[in-house]
Nanobody, 114 residues
Framework: VQLQASGGGLVQAGGSLKLSCAAS????????MGWFRQAPGKQRELVAT???????EYADSVKGRFTISRDAAKNTVFLQMNSLKLEDTAVYFC?????????WGQGTLVTVSS
């Protein structure tokens, strides 16, 4: 199984970006997919997850600004990020729990400038 993340880039504070992460390979059942991020000098932290049943969970710091969604047919998860702040600057990683094994994507850099 491979996870391919895309959509990162440079954006001004207050702007928007949409990240995508597609899972490919031998995929039986996806229990959840999600996004984590790691800022320079900080630990990796949860941003948002979505289960196979559509239940969503968000970090408090992104509630009301970020929206996670998925295209189950394409095994793809999205992260719509609005009202971006300087503190959202980080490498964003997608992950997926597939058949109770955890997989990680390669990360995509999001830089928010003032």
């Amino acid at each position: 199984v491979q996870l391919q993340a895309s959509g990162g880039g440079l954006v001004q504070a207050g702007g928007s970006l949409k990240l995508s992460c597609a899972a490919s390979g031998s995929i039986s059942s996806i229990n959840y997919m999600g996004w984590f991020r790691q800022a320079p000098g900080k630990q990796r932290e949860l941003v948002a997850t979505i289960t196979g049943g559509g239940y969503m969970e968000y970090a408090d710091s992104v509630k009301g600004r970020f929206t996670i969604s998925r295209d189950a047919a394409k095994n793809t998860v999205f992260l719509q990020m609005n009202s971006l702040k300087l503190e959202d600057t980080a490498v964003y990683f997608c992950n997926a729990n597939i058949a109770w094994r955890l997989y990680w994507g390669q990360g995509t850099l999001v830089t928010v400038s003032s």
